[in-house]
């Protein structure tokens, strides 16, 4: 890794550490977007190399364009498998199931939840939703009405840690675990996690690997730019898996020829009219911009709205999470070029397999995410809906858990 890169990273890292609620001394969506720092061929090499031999040069860019759109994980023949456990995990009938949504209006959190419900079906599981509404002090009620309720495992779904204490303080006190999916706190990711000291954390976190995410969406965008021209990179640092997906597409564009913006930060609440103008108002300083990398679906479907209005229809905005809403605009060929998709009804199987262990007493399948599975999405490999693997996983875990 190229000097200057690496110190971009290693400062990422320390911050992802601190986590993600900090002020930000980069740009924010309130600082109008548009200063910005980049990162050229020339900035990432070492003292005393040349450009050439610490640019993208012998890297193969097309060939893993190609490859981020194919589904993982792969055996050696490039075949889906599944990359669950093999230990088998009887599944408890009659429990009580407590679902949190970090917010019941957001698709990303509800669907793996809803999957575990869909888990329960097979089990007689009594699963009840308590909606985190965005608001930690709602998310805190949340997980003390569960306790309340008296269920025998609480599910939390992009919920912090961190702002949840006094719920996971009252739920330890009752003995009842609260465990979390699609938050990126755990392994395959590191450095993401936002509690510190004595503070208390979920028993576990089952995310995708946000981080091959991030390498993979690069991949794309390189690939398809042909290792050339410049990207603005926006980001979301109020969420750990945003963070994780962050670094990762950092790491693997520092090794290309393109020329990356500073990271610009805005929040969930400035998605809308705020990111927008702050989007056309980089646009407008940067001309030469031909990619915009959006930390997830939502925020990039109302960028893409606003620069169709705006007529900036030479731009390809790539995002993470693919859902129908955008792979729609995708197919209807604006500038919505491709996202990073992963199997968010697996992850939901995945944290009932892991709590499953978890109530039985038997120890947690490693990665703890249990290697959901995902890819780059495109024109060329849109689903109908949101993007689930093809290969029959509930099948194997269904056997797992007689």
Not at 80 to 101: D, H, R, W
């Amino acid at each position: 890794m190229k000097k200057g890169i690496a110190l971009l990273l290693a400062g990422f890292m320390c911050f992802s550490l601190a986590g993600c609620s900090s002020s930000e001394p980069g740009q924010t969506a309130d600082d109008g977007g548009t200063s910005e720092t980049k990162i050229s061929a020339e900035t990432k090499t070492e003292e005393g190399s040349s450009t050439e031999e610490t640019s993208g040069s012998g890297i193969d860019w097309a060939e893993k364009g190609a490859a981020s759109v194919k589904p993982n994980p792969v055996d050696e023949n490039g075949n889906s498998v599944f990359g669950g456990p093999t230990e088998p995990a009887k599944a408890p009938t009659g429990i009580k199931v407590a679902l949190i949504p970090s917010d019941q209006a957001l698709s990303g959190p509800v669907t793996p939840l809803a999957a575990i419900e869909e888990v329960g079906g097979n089990f007689d599981w009594t699963c009840q939703w308590f909606n985190g509404k965005g608001d930690p002090t709602e998310q805190n009620k949340a997980i003390m009405d569960a306790v309340s309720w008296k269920a025998d495992v609480i599910v939390c779904a992009s919920v912090d840690a961190a702002s949840i204490q006094q719920g996971l303080t009252t739920a330890k006190e009752a003995e009842i675990p609260v465990v979390s999916t699609s938050n990126g706190t755990d392994e395959p990711n590191e450095g993401t996690n936002t509690v510190s000291g004595d503070q208390l954390d979920f028993a576990f976190d089952v995310g995708v690997d946000y981080r091959a995410l991030g390498v993979s969406i690069a991949d794309w965008m390189i690939a398809d730019a042909g290792n050339e021209g410049s990207i603005a990179v926006f980001g979301a640092k109020e969420y750990p898996s945003c963070m994780a997906t962050e670094y990762g597409l950092l790491e693997e564009l520092a090794q290309s020829d393109m020329e990356i913006s500073e990271v610009m930060y805005f929040t969930g609440g400035q998605v809308g009219d705020s990111l927008n103008r702050q989007v056309i108002g980089y646009l407008q300083s940067n001309p030469d911009t031909k990619y915009v990398f959006m930390p997830y679906d939502p925020a990039a479907i109302q960028v893409c709205q606003a620069l169709a209005t705006a007529g900036y229809d030479d731009v390809k905005v790539c995002s993470i999470l693919g859902t129908a809403a955008y792979q729609e605009l995708i197919a209807s060929g604006s500038c919505a070029a491709a996202s990073a998709a992963y199997d968010m009804v697996y992850m939901g199987w995945g944290c009932a397999d892991q709590f499953i262990r978890l109530l039985n007493g038997q120890e947690l399948f490693s990665p703890h995410g249990e290697n959901v599975p995902y890819c780059v999405i495109d024109s060329t490999n849109l689903s109908d809906g949101d993007w689930v693997s093809t290969y029959d996983y509930k099948s194997d875990f269904l056997a797992l858990w007689k």
